[in-house]
């Protein structure tokens, strides 16, 4: 080649950016509107949902479909799906009967303005939803009905009691508890892991990945899932409660098992950085086009919210 070669460098905040307006967007058409007697659980579920997450799991489907050369735009159900089932996780979580937070997302909680009632109302509306993404014709006439059979096991496995929901429950369990390394990690594997892993699983799967390419998403997906968590443990010891938009030093005051509390500050940074080696290497055998999956992992050990 002559000349300068051209060398395109990958920005990740403009990335994400676009991404999560592609999202919001869509989130904000194919959600209900409010009316009628229903109306305030509809404003609820949005009240939740429209309230500026960074919306890492379905940024994730879409980048790890990306990598595989698939159809990003065709997945963005399923990548909305993605973010209705872990909204709802998070306005169940800030119940009273679980860790009764005022704060998330920077906003009063769920319940706070709608109602306890409301608020379990809005979480299961939501977690519905999901299944009523995944089978919009957007999607449908896309995808070949055994992947989606596959794609929408594999997201209702994640998200209920063999993942997400076992999980919480183990969290829920343990509190106040002392607890081993293996059960951490469980409860972080599956808490928070599941639902992370599998938003790349099923980027990939219907992203028509390979099996080799499927074999090392999942293994990314689950170094990542467990990195995610670990930042979350730091960012609640060292984080700041403006830029987290929720009150640090909960996991503290509700006796929660985590990392730093088990490992100390140091170790857990050290295997937080660990893990983003181990998601990085899983990406090897893949070319640019897996450049965000890279950016967001190195972004996930970084982040301050
Ligand atoms: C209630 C079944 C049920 C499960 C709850 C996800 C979860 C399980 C609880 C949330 C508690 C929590 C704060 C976990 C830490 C990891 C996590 C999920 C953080 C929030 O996710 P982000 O950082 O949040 O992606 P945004 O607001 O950006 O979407």
Redesign the pocket.
Known sequence: MHGKEIVKIFDLSIYLKKQQEIINSALDKWLPLPHGPSGPVVDAMRYSLMSG?????PILLIAAAGATGGDQKALLPAACAFECI?TY??I??DLPA??NDDL??GRPTCHKVYGEAIAILAGDGLLTYAFELMCKPELTQNISPLLLKDAVFLLAKAAGVSG??G??TADILMEGQPVDAETLSFIHSH??GSLIQTSVEIGGLLGKASDEELYHLKRYGESLGLA??IK?DLLDVEGDQEILGKPVGSDNRNFKATYPALFGLKETKRRAQELLEKALSELECFDDRAEPLRSIARYIIKRD?
């Open positions: 997450g960074k919306r890492i799991r872990h996780s998070l169940h979580d679980m860790d998330r997302r997400m929901v999980g919480q808490k928070t995610f968590q979350d919210r």
